[in-house]
């Protein structure tokens, strides 16, 4: 039997705990607060037992907070235990970094962590009181906002478009496909709803691109321009094909915000242009120059957007996932844009969150969904935004008042409730809203009209030879040792950094030993290394304390840490990592970066080749023997492995070109059209980083990846980048495997993912770059 006085104690220390919860949403923000959740963005839905929770004291020291002790006591009581049966754990998706207000700069948006439903999702000692408070706040909420009683029957009533062919358009040069006809006819449809857009998600290869063109011509001329806004690897192809679709009747810029060209152009020159392709860089950067603006000596500049000036015609956001963080400059941007129509064009809609899809319903204003609503007053923002004090600027209540129907509705109860009633109930919601503003189709219901040719997937496997072998095993021995170490000890969590190190030593001394062994370029060359991978960095970003990256690197580094209840810390310098994934990209020095090869380091007229690499020559082999003319692509994640494979094929005779993410777009583009345009051109050594997505290499009908990772998607999209309309080839895709080393659990660890495709938002992969503990543990010991 539990003692009254223990009862009492407990409900006293919960209600301490409420109370600073509550306390802490009024704080002001600190520069402290600021630069520790920017480290921390993107938390992961996780319930935390109270006793993990820190010490208000300890709280109180790293915000420089000024709290009554009194607190500490009452959560220590907490602690005790005490009840332990009554209390469930505290959910801390959206109290883990305390301070909640945090997530808003003075001008800011709301993040993806809603601040009111913070607070409902504080699990209560009694589960019929939590559930009479919601209800309290519900009632509340739609009294001042009549419309959320009805908005899903408004919904559901709100027919679904069913596309049907339409006739091929005149201006168009190219015969689209059937399922391509029902595309435009979907789209022309659609804008003509109060949505003024959607979502089309085709998969990838299925042309998703000459259905937007066929669109923008579908009312051409218009009166104002149309933006589409790129992947800066996709500029110019995009550029090319729109051309091509439409026999050069667009007049199209291709805008870079450093160009002396395009930086200064006025909204009257842009205006002379029907179609403006820009980046995501260089939209982020034009807009941050806008909103922030950029030193110039002991002054601030700011700089006015001629493309946030003007009123398109129509948005396009070409692999519209890019914006599935809002909070980054780059969503930011994209939410400033004005148009009347507005599209996401995304072969994955979702990745990994279903918050991702949050982003998207904000760009196309899909309304009431991607709305903010204020409890206490008839207050509806789209673009909610907060004063130094945390009240709304449109209403001045507190940020607590606020709350998002995606969060209320959709978000919270498919990732926090353990009933599977609510949560199916919730998909039906989602579902009822996609089936409204997205057009998704497959390929593999598309065969026959799509006309693509047969592909096949095959692994080559081989063993190491002898001396490769004892290398390799001292190396596998070495780093097994230490990743024991941290499980051992409990500290594997704190460890990432340093066990991605190990992972990546494993995985290049299958392809080669020299990439470890050479893998130092000479001091003195002014070049950026990625601080994970230890290549030179592609597509290279830096962090606040001053350390460079690839950007692929970071980003799968960081959400494989956060998924697993971890917070990122520098490689480098092991302090919290604070990076903006949306950066643009740091320039490098063409010459420097040449000098840095690996070839630059070794005496080459005494090197020795590797298993993987003869592995490879041998099949390339095999193609010539037959008198065909087939080109492949081989993708490796290692910039220096490349290097080395390219000087081992042109000394076997082949004719090869490179891609990776140092080059400018005018590069990258140069590379692929000598490649699709060059009959003797047999191979393109393409960088995964920086050629996995966007790019369109129907020349090509094989595919060899070097080096397998443990998110099978990635490879996946490489392997589209041929197989896709316009193949006429059937397609093979060779997956090269050291069988005596940590690649063969890697392909293992491939296949359970893979197994994870199925029930997701969209029917689709979920983004499975994410390694968890117990797939670091699989790799290092098979087990």
Not at 449 to 470: Q, T, W, Y
Not at 594 to 601: D, E, P, Q, V, Y
Not at 602 to 625: A, C, F, G, H, P
Request: proline share 4%.
């Amino acid at each position: 039997m539990i003692d009254d006085s223990e009862t009492a104690d407990d409900d006293k220390a919960l209600a301490l705990a409420l109370q600073f919860e509550e306390y802490e949403d009024h704080l002001p923000p600190t520069k402290r607060r600021r630069t520790a959740l920017q480290s921390k963005a993107e938390i992961s839905d996780s319930d935390i037992p109270m006793s993990d929770l820190p010490d208000f004291g300890q709280v109180e020291s790293e915000l420089d907070l000024d709290i009554d002790d009194d607190r500490d006591k009452g959560l220590a009581e907490a602690r005790a235990g005490k009840k332990a049966k009554k209390y469930e754990p505290v959910s801390l998706r959206k109290t883990r970094n305390i301070v909640k207000s945090e997530l808003l700069d003075s001008d800011s948006e709301l993040s993806d962590l809603d601040l009111s439903d913070s607070e409902d999702s504080f699990v209560a000692t009694d589960d019929s009181k939590a559930r009479g408070r919601k209800q309290r706040e519900r009632i509340k909420l739609e009294k001042s906002h009549p419309t959320i009683k009805t908005m899903w029957k408004d919904l559901e009533a709100t027919p679904v478009i069913k596309p049907v062919q339409a006739p091929q358009p005149e201006s168009i040069t190219r015969k689209l496909k059937s399922f391509q006809l029902q595309g435009l006819d979907w789209m022309t449809k659609q804008e003509k709803t109060h949505y003024k857009g959607g979502l089309l998600g085709d998969e990838m290869g299925m042309g998703k691109t000459i259905q937007a063109v066929s669109l923008i011509m579908s009312d051409y001329p218009a009166q104002q321009p149309t933006l589409v806004v790129v992947p800066p690897v996709a500029l110019m192809q995009w550029t090319n094909e729109i051309k091509e679709y439409t026999d050069g009747k667009l007049k199209v810029l291709v805008y870079h915000g450093q160009n002396a060209k395009t930086k200064n152009m006025t909204v009257k020159q842009l205006h002379e242009y029907d179609v403006i392709m820009i980046s995501y860089n260089s939209l982020e950067s034009v807009y941050r120059k806008e909103v922030k603006g950029w030193s110039r000596g002991e002054d601030i500049v700011k700089a006015a957007s001629a493309i946030h000036a003007i009123e398109f015609h129509r948005l396009i956001l070409d692999e519209a996932h890019s914006i599935k963080s809002r909070t980054t400059g780059v969503a930011k941007a994209c939410f400033a844009l004005k148009g009347k129509y507005k599209w996401c064009l995304s072969g994955t809609p979702v990745q990994n969150r279903i918050g991702e899809f949050f982003s998207l319903l904000r760009f196309l204003e899909v309304r009431p969904f991607a709305d903010y609503f204020c409890k206490s007053c008839s207050c509806s923002m789209l673009h909610w935004a907060v004063d130094k004090e945390h009240r709304c600027l449109a209403c001045h209540h507190s940020s607590i008042e606020h709350v998002s129907v995606f969060n209320q509705e959709l978000l919270n109860p498919l990732t926090e409730s353990s009933d599977s009633k609510v949560r199916s109930a919730a998909m039906d919601k989602l579902h009822m809203i996609t089936a409204r503003i997205m057009l998704r189709r497959m390929k593999r219901d598309y065969v026959s009209s799509m006309e693509l040719p047969p592909k096949e997937v095959i692994i080559h496997n081989e063993f190491f030879g002898d001396i490769e072998r004892d290398f390799s095993s001292s190396i596998m021995s070495n780093t097994s040792r230490t990743f024991d170490t941290y499980v051992s000890r409990g500290v594997m969590l704190n460890n990432y950094a340093n066990i991605f190190g190990l992972i990546m030593q494993m995985r290049q001394v299958a392809n080669h030993p020299d990439l470890l062994l050479k893998k130092h370029a000479h001091e003195g060359q002014n070049v950026l290394v990625c601080n994970i991978c230890d290549e030179p960095a592609e597509e290279a970003i830096r962090s606040k304390c001053k350390h460079d990256f690839c950007r692929a690197c970071v980003k799968s580094f960081v959400r494989s840490v956060e998924d697993n209840q971890g917070e990122p810390d520098c490689p480098r310098c092991h302090i919290p990592l604070s990076i903006d994934f949306d950066q643009p990209e740091i320039e490098q020095d063409e010459e420097a970066v040449s000098k840095s090869s690996i070839i630059n380091r070794i005496r080459m007229e005494n090197w020795t080749s590797s298993t993987k690499i003869e592995m490879l020559v041998y099949d390339l082999w095999k193609l010539r023997s037959k008198k065909q003319t087939l080109k492949s692509i081989i993708f490796s994640q290692f910039t220096s492995m490349l290097q080395l494979v390219e000087w081992r094929l042109r000394r076997a005779g082949f004719n090869t070109v490179m891609l990776d993410g140092s080059m400018t777009p005018i590069q990258r583009q140069r590379s692929i059209d000598h490649f699709m345009n060059t009959p003797e051109c047999e191979i393109f050594l393409v960088s995964l980083k920086a050629g996995g997505v966007a790019l369109n290499l129907t020349e090509a009908s094989r595919v060899f990846i070097i080096d397998p990772w443990w998110n099978p998607a990635a490879e996946w999209q490489s392997a589209d980048r041929c197989h896709r309309i316009g193949q006429r080839r059937p397609c093979v895709i060779t997956r090269l495997c050291i069988e005596d080393s940590v690649e063969s659990r890697i392909v293992m660890l491939q296949e359970k993912k893979a197994n994870m495709i199925s029930g997701t938002i969209n029917n689709d992969k979920v983004a499975m770059e994410k390694l968890t503990p117990e797939d670091m543990q699989f790799l290092f010991r098979g087990s």
